[in-house]
């Protein structure tokens, strides 16, 4: 098989264009085959994470903590805005083109004949790339679920799992005590497993005491307290006190950064890391898309929120904020989420919904987003004050919002990743 791509654009678009061709077979088979075939394995301490909501966060906390404390940290986040480079940091550096075109060959050399998803293939990469770093530890996020997602073909020394939430119904099940099992597979014999959902499901408790999983449970093993200007970590032999609040906004941090400095308490004596290490690694961590916050006027937030659990958090959020006389929304979904869900915790906030069609086939239509809108009870706005208006793309209904926001309003753009990378990559254009 010889003319594969030589640039990281063309190999992507291999990728994809391959991807609509694998029926995807949930097993984790394939994936194995393929990473023994290529001796896939770490040297270091690895910390994966999986969640329905809060997993970045947890991710980014992690890294910035153990890159402040002195350590080669490597990084696999998904999925990307910009660039699919922001999937693989080594040290805090995205991974650079060649490096990535060389794993996907490394890869391809070693599939066969099996056939890999487009993110099968993209993980066994990334994988690769960070295993052959010289790292002292690897931070993998979880996709979809837990337990069938590629990276689980890796042991992780340590498994976080953040919130257990309903989102993706279509593959794994409806229900809490569904999704908690589906999370739970990534747990190991004998290694922590830490929860920092504060009603984890049962189906989790006992797949991880079914296995003899170290389980760590938020409340049991480890908690948090905090008043207006400091928070502390306890954990099962640790105590962290007067830390600053995490740079990530919102209500959800603590759950987040309490799971992080758990991991690390599991670490301890592999990867040290001190007080003031924690500290400076949480003012510091920063995460595209989450609560993000943009400097200037009219006030522009983005966060991706996506299901109802995000959606609730990323409205007290806003009431948090302070005044703004108008809020526009800039807002586009899947057609597989929880709608309705989402809407309702935001309709109170908004006061002039910008509804974008996305770049996926699976993009709920604008159309049919603002008939459930404008049947929305109004409550107190006056006549005119509210509107509802459709855009093809997230671009032209930033723009629009835009246009008409005052400079003491606010703009908040949210609903999926579509939607805010969508208003990124305008913003990004129209900066050059």
Not at 80 to 103: C, K, M, T, W, Y
Not at 259 to 266: G, M, Q, T, Y
Not at 399 to 417: C, T, Y
Request: with cysteine; aromatic share 8%.
């Amino acid at each position: 098989m010889n003319n594969l791509p030589t640039t990281l654009p063309a190999w992507l678009a291999l990728l994809e264009s391959r991807h609509a061709e694998v029926h995807i077979n949930m097993g984790l088979d394939r994936v194995r085959q393929v990473k023994e075939r290529m001796g896939l394995r770490f040297e270091c301490p690895v910390i994966m994470v999986a969640g329905t909501n809060g997993k970045g966060s947890t991710c980014s906390m992690l890294e910035s903590v153990l890159l402040r404390a002195g350590y080669k940290v490597g990084l696999y986040i998904k999925p990307h805005f910009l660039d699919f480079n922001e999937r693989a940091r080594i040290g805090g550096e995205l991974a650079s083109d060649a490096a990535l075109v060389d794993s996907f060959q490394f890869v391809e050399a070693r599939r066969g004949v099996t056939d890999l998803t487009y993110f099968e293939f993209t993980t066994l990469a990334i994988m690769h790339l960070l295993a052959g770093a010289g790292l002292d530890v690897a931070i993998l996020e979880v996709g979809l679920g837990g337990r069938l997602d590629a990276v689980n073909v890796i042991d992780a020394d340590v498994a976080v799992v953040t919130s257990i939430d309903i989102d993706h119904t279509d593959y794994l099940g409806g229900t809490r005590e569904e999704i908690g099992f589906e999370k739970a597979g990534i747990f190991r014999p004998g290694k922590a497993a830490i929860c920092s959902d504060p009603v984890p499901p049962s189906t989790l408790i006992a797949h991880a005491e079914a296995i003899g999983a170290d389980l760590w449970l938020l409340g049991r093993d480890f908690n948090y307290s905090g008043d207006k200007q400091q928070w502390n970590y306890g954990g099962r032999a640790q105590r962290r006190n007067a830390l600053a609040y995490p740079s990530l906004r919102g209500a959800n941090q603590l759950l987040n950064a309490a799971a992080a400095l758990a991991a690390l308490e599991v670490l301890k004596l592999e990867l040290p890391v001190g007080a003031q290490d924690v500290r400076m690694g949480l003012v510091t961590v920063e995460l595209p898309g989450r609560f993000q916050v943009l400097p200037g006027r009219p006030t522009v937030i983005l966060d991706v929120a996506h299901n109802p659990h995000a959606a609730a958090a990323l409205a007290q959020n806003l009431g948090n904020m302070g005044f703004h006389p108008y809020t526009y929304a800039v807002f586009g979904i899947m057609q597989d989420k929880d709608i309705g869900g989402v809407i309702a915790p935001m309709a109170e906030h908004v006061d002039h919904w910008c509804i974008a069609d996305l770049p996926s086939p699976r993009s709920a239509d604008s159309a049919d987003l603002a008939a459930r809108l404008e049947a929305l009870p109004h409550g107190e706005a006056k006549p005119g004050e509210r509107s509802v208006s459709t855009f093809a793309d997230p671009a032209q209904a930033f723009a629009n919002a835009m246009s008409r926001a005052g400079e003491n309003d606010r703009i908040v753009v949210f609903g999926s990743f579509y939607t805010v990378a969508g208003v990124m990559a305008a913003r990004k254009s129209s900066h050059h």
